[in-house]
């Protein structure tokens, strides 16, 4: 095997996963080994904020005396590793298309997918780096030197690595031989990749909000154990103890057994699943409803455009997971109960509303690149005798509902959880519903502003303008000062000053900034647009 040719190929891989990164970098000039140097810094980038996020608040428990904590950070970062490595599987075995361009070169079978399956690896490892300092920490905690700790956690990660990505991989490529997935790809795709998020956001948002008082350790309240991810915790427990070393004995089994069936039941039979592919393909035709107006025409053509699995996975998975985690992370770790609130908080609830919409919408969302989907489509839309700016409107109306139903939908699930009372729910929701609207008017003119139809990853889409670091930017800068305004205004609540003034006097002002929102936005947007 050579190893040569297998680190050129995982570079081809990691070039494809990331083609927007890849562009970016290239724009700064880079070439050759420098892009991918640039972006494996970029992944340690992201194990880097993960590990900052994440590693100060798990330094402060102790994870050898309570073993729920220690089970609830495993089964976080599950979920948000199952979501990435589906994606990532997708784009580096479908997406790509490559695995008959290897057939008449001179490199083995064996390192295509070797390469590929350490390029998806290593997307995946940035987003599951804390559980190495929830691994040590637990070891370290129990009485273990920092060597037998350290190693043990090494380990362990790999352990739990390989056997998440095993399990990734035979779901997607075990469906994928299926004759019934053949004849309705798309629909079956974009059910998985939806059932990945399902499994991710609702497993997130579960673990987020269950509290159990199973057990009082250092003043804190030990959560329910998740039974799936107790053996980690006896092995990093009781490193050198007999039930700790059988433990680690049947992971190591397990994970044995894992690799064992991607070895002998998926790769041999890729090659032929991806050629055969072609044959299997059964044309179809779509069914055309007469007598439909231009306007319902136009709601179906935009739909149709946001049915592309990989789009809606990669949405989801930035614009919906990540706000999740960082909110339902922040909300739970000092669980507070909203029953006893008065209704002078009701001018607060509905700021809370505006921030969380602004959390939620970002340069990923759907509504942010809509235009950018019509590709070539958009220029011929152009050319005909029809009014651009009712068009335009017609598409921003279908992605700010979609946007509006996300937002909103994970808004009721976040209020019902935390038993907000009717009258503080309802400004919730509506200052979601309005600072929706509101971004949605300012991402949907940035996609024209900055309009992109040669794209050929949607992932390009997304780093337009500011790239990662401008996501991330927004993301954070958006937390930080939305819970600035909301701590001032809590604390103008509690000094006891007239309600009614204050709460109006804050809509008033929004008011003011929401009209002067929507002039500068019609004035340097809409009214430019050819009727």
């Given at each position: 095997?050579?190893?040569?040719?297998?680190?050129?190929?995982?570079?081809?891989?990691?070039?494809?996963?990331?083609?927007?990164?890849?562009?970016?970098?290239?724009?700064?000039?880079?070439?050759?080994?420098?892009?991918?140097?640039?972006?494996?810094?970029?992944?340690?980038?992201?194990?880097?904020?993960?590990?900052?996020?994440?590693?100060?608040?798990?330094?402060?428990?102790?994870?050898?005396?309570?073993?729920?904590?220690?089970?609830?950070?495993?089964?976080?970062?599950?979920?948000?590793?199952?979501?990435?490595?589906?994606?990532?599987?997708?784009?580096?075995?479908?997406?790509?298309?490559?695995?008959?361009?290897?057939?008449?070169?001179?490199?083995?079978?064996?390192?295509?997918?070797?390469?590929?399956?350490?390029?998806?690896?290593?997307?995946?490892?940035?987003?599951?780096?804390?559980?190495?300092?929830?691994?040590?920490?637990?070891?370290?905690?129990?009485?273990?030197?920092?060597?037998?700790?350290?190693?043990?956690?090494?380990?362990?990660?790999?352990?739990?690595?390989?056997?998440?990505?095993?399990?990734?991989?035979?779901?997607?490529?075990?469906?994928?031989?299926?004759?019934?997935?053949?004849?309705?790809?798309?629909?079956?795709?974009?059910?998985?990749?939806?059932?990945?998020?399902?499994?991710?956001?609702?497993?997130?948002?579960?673990?987020?909000?269950?509290?159990?008082?199973?057990?009082?350790?250092?003043?804190?309240?030990?959560?329910?154990?998740?039974?799936?991810?107790?053996?980690?915790?006896?092995?990093?427990?009781?490193?050198?103890?007999?039930?700790?070393?059988?433990?680690?004995?049947?992971?190591?089994?397990?994970?044995?057994?894992?690799?064992?069936?991607?070895?002998?039941?998926?790769?041999?039979?890729?090659?032929?699943?991806?050629?055969?592919?072609?044959?299997?393909?059964?044309?179809?035709?779509?069914?055309?409803?007469?007598n439909q107006t231009l306007k319902k025409q136009s709601e179906s053509y935009n739909h149709q455009l946001l049915k592309n699995p990989n789009l809606i996975m990669q949405v989801l998975t930035s614009s919906l997971i990540m706000p999740i985690v960082m909110v339902g992370t922040m909300v739970t770790t000092t669980p507070v109960s909203l029953k006893t609130l008065e209704p002078k908080f009701?001018?607060?609830?509905?700021?809370?509303?505006?921030?969380?919409?602004?959390?939620?919408?970002?340069?990923?969302?759907?509504?942010?690149?809509?235009?950018?989907?019509?590709?070539?489509?958009?220029?011929?839309?152009?050319?005909?005798?029809?009014?651009?700016?009712?068009?335009?409107?017609?598409?921003?109306?279908?992605?700010?509902?979609?946007?509006?139903?996300?937002?909103?939908?994970?808004?009721?699930?976040?209020?019902?959880?935390?038993?907000?009372?009717?009258?503080?729910?309802?400004?919730?929701?509506?200052?979601?519903?309005?600072?929706?609207?509101?971004?949605?008017?300012?991402?949907?003119?940035?996609?024209?502003?900055?309009?992109?139809?040669?794209?050929?990853?949607?992932?390009?889409?997304?780093?337009?303008?500011?790239?990662?670091?401008?996501?991330?930017?927004?993301?954070?800068?958006?937390?930080?000062?939305?819970?600035?305004?909301?701590?001032?205004?809590?604390?103008?609540?509690?000094?006891?000053?007239?309600?009614?003034?204050?709460?109006?006097?804050?809509?008033?002002?929004?008011?003011?900034?929401?009209?002067?929102?929507?002039?500068?936005?019609?004035?340097?947007?809409?009214?430019?647009?050819?009727?």
């Amino acid at each position: 095997m050579n190893s040569g040719i297998i680190k050129r190929l995982i570079a081809v891989n990691m070039l494809y996963v990331n083609p927007s990164s890849t562009n970016q970098i290239r724009k700064k000039g880079r070439k050759g080994k420098q892009v991918i140097r640039g972006i494996i810094q970029q992944y340690l980038l992201s194990g880097v904020i993960f590990l900052a996020i994440y590693g100060v608040t798990m330094v402060m428990i102790d994870f050898a005396k309570l073993p729920g904590f220690f089970t609830y950070y495993m089964t976080l970062f599950a979920l948000i590793g199952f979501s990435q490595s589906l994606s990532a599987i997708f784009n580096v075995f479908f997406e790509s298309k490559d695995l008959q361009d290897y057939l008449s070169l001179p490199i083995k079978q064996s390192e295509v997918f070797i390469a590929k399956f350490l390029a998806v690896g290593m997307t995946i490892v940035p987003f599951l780096l804390p559980l190495l300092i929830l691994f040590f920490l637990t070891a370290f905690k129990s009485g273990y030197s920092i060597v037998f700790a350290v190693i043990g956690a090494i380990l362990l990660f790999f352990i739990f690595f390989i056997l998440l990505f095993s399990l990734c991989s035979l779901i997607v490529f075990g469906m994928t031989k299926t004759k019934l997935f053949r004849q309705h790809k798309k629909l079956f795709t974009s059910l998985m990749l939806g059932f990945s998020m399902v499994v991710s956001v609702g497993g997130i948002l579960m673990i987020n909000f269950s509290q159990n008082t199973v057990d009082h350790s250092a003043g804190m309240v030990d959560r329910q154990a998740f039974a799936i991810f107790m053996p980690f915790y006896q092995v990093m427990h009781g490193l050198f103890t007999a039930r700790g070393l059988l433990t680690l004995v049947g992971l190591l089994v397990l994970t044995g057994l894992f690799l064992l069936a991607l070895r002998f039941f998926v790769v041999p039979s890729l090659y032929e699943q991806f050629s055969d592919e072609g044959s299997h393909t059964i044309a179809t035709t779509r069914k055309r409803k007469l007598n439909q107006t231009l306007k319902k025409q136009s709601e179906s053509y935009n739909h149709q455009l946001l049915k592309n699995p990989n789009l809606i996975m990669q949405v989801l998975t930035s614009s919906l997971i990540m706000p999740i985690v960082m909110v339902g992370t922040m909300v739970t770790t000092t669980p507070v109960s909203l029953k006893t609130l008065e209704p002078k908080f009701m001018g607060v609830f509905f700021v809370c509303g505006i921030v969380f919409a602004c959390i939620m919408l970002n340069q990923t969302s759907f509504v942010s690149n809509l235009i950018s989907l019509d590709r070539e489509n958009f220029s011929f839309i152009q050319s005909l005798p029809l009014s651009i700016r009712r068009y335009l409107r017609q598409k921003f109306w279908v992605g700010c509902k979609i946007q509006m139903m996300i937002a909103g939908g994970v808004g009721l699930i976040i209020g019902l959880v935390l038993k907000m009372p009717l009258f503080l729910l309802i400004p919730f929701f509506v200052g979601i519903l309005w600072g929706t609207y509101l971004m949605s008017l300012h991402f949907f003119s940035r996609d024209y502003r900055l309009l992109n139809v040669t794209w050929t990853n949607v992932s390009q889409l997304f780093t337009r303008g500011v790239g990662n670091y401008g996501l991330m930017l927004w993301m954070f800068g958006t937390l930080f000062v939305g819970a600035i305004l909301i701590a001032l205004y809590v604390v103008a609540v509690l000094m006891d000053i007239n309600p009614i003034l204050l709460n109006g006097g804050v809509v008033i002002w929004l008011a003011i900034l929401s009209v002067a929102w929507l002039l500068i936005n019609r004035n340097n947007f809409w009214r430019k647009l050819n009727d």
